[in-house]
């Protein structure tokens, strides 16, 4: 894999744990079931754009 592609899982990578964080919260300090259910499901987006970032880049 070239350094190209590198960065753009790298970048993946970041942006789901920075999504974890933000869903998290939203979750569970969320004051309407939507809210809630809101971060629930950005929190399992995330969890994949994680996993698909870190299954290409290993720092």
Do not use: E, H, Q
Not at 27 to 38: D, F, I, Q, S, Y
Not at 45 to 56: A, Q, V
Request: proline letters at 3%; aromatic letters at 12%; charged letters at 5%.
């Amino acid at each position: 894999m070239n350094d190209k592609n590198i960065t753009v899982y790298k970048i993946l990578a970041w942006i789901g744990i920075i999504l974890m964080g933000v869903a998290s919260f939203l979750a569970c300090l969320g004051n309407t079931p939507a809210m809630v259910t809101a971060g629930n499901v950005i929190l399992i987006l995330s969890i994949i754009i994680t996993t698909w970032g870190f299954t290409y880049w290993r720092p």
